[in-house]
T-cell receptor, first 110, second 113 residues
Framework: DAKTTQPNSMESNEEEPVHLPCNHS???????IHWYRQLPSQGPEYVIH???SNVNNRMASLAIAEDRKSSTLILHRATLRDAAVYYC???????????FGQGTRLTINP | NAGVTQTPKFQVLKTGQSMTLQCAQD?????MSWYRQDPGMGLRLIHY???????DQGEVPNGYNVSRSTTEDFPLRLLSAAPSQTSVYFC????????????FGSGTRLTVV
């Protein structure tokens, strides 16, 4: 399984944008980049995924580098409810599991 | 749409007891799986299923059994509980016909004493 590297923790302020980085230098051509988040005492929640092009949905945007060796999850306007552990995961279409690393613990200051 | 429903939410077992953790989804997802999460760690895959009648092992299957008789249900059985199985258990599902995110349940917190 290709590995991802994320900062252990990040801090931001409410109502400001947040950019969460992820490095995946050994990504293969069939790997999709998935992001999940886990709020305290809850199950993981799907955020977004992409292959090559940047993606937007109601929760966030995903910016993928041209060489696909890194990506950034963008929360456009953070709220206190965005405080969570964010996981960047590589997964091919037929993969049978998600491999969770340690993720980035995001703290939002009021 | 209830999504993925797990029961019970909390359970305390004595060493050697057996029990079944229930997982049900109403999204007609072919793929279902069980993960465990130990304190301060990421999730690890226990067992998974790509459809009714088909199951396979994940990375930490020992001490657990699964079966998949219907698309909707994927129960996880602890055969003889051990303190090392104290963990939070999450069930997840997704469709297999397209690339999609997983939907996770809210978890079962299990303590084995």
């Amino acid at each position: 399984d290709a590995k991802t590297t994320q900062p252990n923790s990040m801090e931001s302020n409410e109502e400001e944008p947040v950019h969460l980085p992820c490095n995946h230098s050994t990504i293969s051509g069939t790997d999709y980049i998935h992001w999940y988040r886990q709020l305290p005492s809850q199950g993981p929640e799907y955020v977004i995924h992409g292959l090559t092009s940047n993606v937007n949905n109601r929760m966030a945007s995903l910016a993928i580098a041209e060489d696909r060796k890194s990506s950034t999850l963008i929360l456009h306007r953070a709220t206190l409810r965005d405080a969570a552990v964010y996981y960047c995961i590589l997964s091919s279409q037929g993969a049978q599991k998600l491999v969770f690393g340690q993720g980035t613990r995001l703290t939002i200051n009021p | 749409n209830a999504g993925v429903t797990q029961t019970p939410k909390f359970q305390v077992l004595k060493t050697g007891q057996s029990m079944t953790l229930q997982c049900a989804q109403d999204m007609n997802h072919e793929y279902m799986s069980w993960y465990r999460q130990d304190p301060g760690m990421g999730l690890r895959l226990i067992h998974y299923s790509v459809g009714a009648g088909i199951t396979d092992q994940g990375e930490v299957p020992n001490g657990y059994n699964v079966s998949r008789s219907t698309t909707e249900d994927f129960p996880l059985r602890l055969l003889s509980a051990a303190p090392s199985q104290t963990s939070v258990y999450f069930c997840a599902s997704r469709p297999t016909s397209r690339v999609s995110g997983y939907t996770f349940g809210s978890g079962t917190r299990l303590t084995v004493v």
